[in-house]
């Protein structure tokens, strides 16, 4: 284990996975809409995330759910005040039902609002004035579409309210009458959106706006008197604006906020009159519009509270909003949580999501900008391990690809960091949130524009005495995982090696296997990746499968088994390629994973096998490791008989 330099920006001691990677103490705290109950993931007794409740003020916790294998991520409030809704899936399929438990019931058991198997649950939506009551979308009557169903929390009767015509990738609830009063539709023929609105359940619909392919946009809400509506537009500018519409005209009222460099972010409203409090955008750093005076001076109070370097966000808020949870996000450190009373201007800390990280110095992110070869500016964040030397560097990259880093903690960066590494976060182009311009630059340029920005920044952090350049590693998921074997195949001297998660390795399989609730979007993929169904010759000049001869460094590959998005066979295709040229490659399978490991034993593990990958060829520092008890880890070989891919349980 080697130590770590003077001067580093980062602990001299090794920071453990288990802490990083491992389950938060605390997450995601809400406070009930009556403000009487505070809800938050925590672990269980056996190590399993779930949710638990206190009485606001007190310290009476108490665990609520109990689900015993794969933890829970995601819960809500209904606004009976009682009951807490969850998601869950089985394994990572994500297929995921919504459950419902009674908090204010001791011992209460969970259940299944939505129990229908191979049936996704979303769009899950609670109404004030219809306490007992939840809207959520399902594909149960077509697989590719979902309908809205109104759901009885009690009798857990689900009765059908809106059925999709073929189209709808999305609908929009008007809150005075809990009726579904709009809709985003996808025209497959030009892969253009049209957002639709009804007066009423029982008027027809009708056309309100309709986006063209390379504009951007959607309904936000609509108005207390339901005349007009917030909608989020790119017509008529580079960046997303926050315009209010005439619902019986379609005609634009006002520009109420828009940013030359970023589209419109979060829009805070009144929940009762609709008013807009304030907007949100980001460019390198959160920033905010306010359009209320009140807000206005809370968020300046929250300022005052807040540690150096922290930005405050409001994570849940009360039916009256008077009571906030609040959040203090900062890049150097956990999350800290308080509840902010907007009458009284206090602010009660209740807990930090990740206590043990605030025993070591963490490392803090600098927000660069790099600019390609073609001129483009591009956004980026950079964790340093050293400021006085280039060091070894991972170049971090964001999945989607259509989405975006942010500045805050980061458990990758800081666990690099730690390591040894610079850690070099970009938004290429294709990226979101920086404008219809920034989001098209990509369009078709998979493996192509969008690569050279990954390697425009490589060069100029070797340029910027950031990086050594015969010690950088490219690394990522989902489409990261892509651009990691797409660095090592089409820029092979680029890379000492790569770490690809769930990465797609051909884009027409990926394309062909994509859920049946996602055909109604295929054709907009076609559009932003390229015409891999008609031109063989397009497909695989930018499929990494067909180029797998040309790598010619180490390769890590982590994959689930039930991945939806990116099946197992993107990862096995590529791995029996590489084994049939022998071209070394180590491939690790998880067979109760999806798109991303969510079983922290799994998380651990498989960082821990790429932290000696790393030490191995970038030379930085790691943490003993072994087999965390309970990852269900599975090392693939190939098996020269069958001549396909077979699964081994991996040693301890």
């Not at 009551?133 to 169903?149: A, E, S």
């Not at 022998?582 to 960082?607: S, T």
Request: charged content about 25%; overall charge negative.
């Amino acid at each position: 284990m080697q130590a770590v330099p003077h001067g580093s920006t980062t602990d001299s001691r090794i920071i453990p996975r288990e802490i990083l990677f491992g389950n938060p103490e605390y997450g995601s705290p809400s406070i009930s809409p009556d403000a009487q109950l505070l809800a938050y993931l925590k672990p269980s007794d056996k190590g399993v995330l779930n949710v638990w409740v206190r009485t606001v003020g007190a310290t009476d916790d108490r665990q609520v759910t109990n689900d015993g294998y794969r933890g829970i991520r995601f819960f809500t409030w209904a606004e009976d005040s009682q009951t807490l809704l969850y998601l869950q899936d089985s394994g990572g399929d994500e297929n995921f039902h919504v459950w419902g438990i009674n908090a204010a019931i001791a011992e209460s058991v969970a259940k299944d609002l939505t129990p229908y198997d191979g049936v996704k649950a979303q769009n899950l939506s609670t109404n004030k004035r219809h306490p007992n009551t939840i809207l959520v979308g399902m594909n149960k009557r077509n697989p590719q579409l979902f309908d809205m169903y109104r759901v009885d929390l009690q009798t857990a009767e689900a009765t059908l309210d809106t059925e999709n015509p073929g189209d709808v990738l999305g609908w929009a609830i008007e809150d005075e009458t809990f009726t579904i009063r709009g809709a985003v539709a996808s025209n497959p023929i030009n892969s253009s959106q049209i957002v639709r609105v009804r007066d009423s359940p029982d008027d027809e619909w009708r056309e309100l706006i309709t986006f063209p392919y390379g504009e951007e946009g959607g309904l936000v809400s609509f108005s207390k008197d339901a005349k007009t509506c917030l909608v989020k537009t790119s017509i008529g500018s580079d960046t997303m604006e926050l315009v209010r519409m005439d619902l019986a005209t379609g005609a634009k009222v006002e520009t109420i906020a828009a940013n030359p460099d970023c589209d419109i972010g979060a829009v805070m409203q009144d929940e009762d009159t609709k008013e807009i409090l304030a907007v949100s955008f980001t460019y390198t750093r959160l920033e905010r519009q306010f359009f209320n005076e009140a807000v206005k001076a809370d968020f300046a109070f929250l300022e005052e509270q807040r540690a150096e370097g922290a930005e405050p966000l409001v994570v849940s808020r009360d039916r009256k909003d008077q009571s906030w949870v609040v959040g203090f996000r900062r890049d150097d450190g956990p999350m800290e949580y308080a509840i902010y009373s907007r009458v009284a201007k206090t602010v009660t800390p209740l807990f930090v999501s990740q206590p043990a990280l605030k025993e070591y110095k963490l490392a803090q992110m600098e927000c660069v900008k790099i600019e390609a070869r073609d001129g483009l500016c591009l956004t980026a964040y950079l964790t340093r391990s050293r400021t006085d030397v280039a060091t070894p560097m991972v170049l971090l990259v964001h999945g989607g690809p259509w989405a975006r880093d942010v500045w805050g903690f980061n458990a990758s960066a800081q666990w690099l960091a730690n390591r040894g590494y610079a850690v070099l976060q970009v938004n290429y182009r294709a990226s979101t949130g920086f404008g219809k311009s920034f989001l098209h630059a990509g369009d078709c340029e998979w493996g192509a524009k969008m690569q050279d920005d990954l390697t425009d920044a490589v060069r100029w952090a070797v340029s910027q005495g950031v990086a050594l350049e015969d010690k950088v590693c490219i690394y990522g998921g989902s489409y990261g995982g892509y651009a990691c074997l797409a660095g090592l195949t089409f820029t092979p001297d680029v890379y000492a090696c790569g770490v690809d998660i769930v990465g797609p390795s051909n884009a027409k399989t990926l394309l062909d296997s994509i859920p049946p609730y996602w055909k109604p979007i295929r054709n907009d993929l076609l559009m932003k990746v390229g015409n891999v169904d008609e031109d063989e010759d397009f497909n695989r000049k930018i499929s990494p499968l067909f180029h797998a001869d040309k790598i010619k460094v180490p390769l890590l590959i982590g994959q689930g088994a039930n991945d939806p998005r990116v099946k197992q066979a993107e990862a096995d295709q590529i791995v029996q390629e590489m084994m049939d040229k022998n071209i070394p490659v180590d491939y690790v399978l998880y067979p109760d994973e999806g798109h991303g490991f969510a079983r922290p034993q799994n998380r651990i593990d498989f960082q821990g096998r790429t932290e000696i990958f790393l030490e191995k060829h970038l030379g930085g520092r790691s943490e003993s490791f072994t087999q965390p008890e309970g990852a269900t880890t599975l090392l693939p070989i190939l098996d020269g008989t069958l001549g396909k891919i077979v699964a081994t349980s991996a040693p301890a």
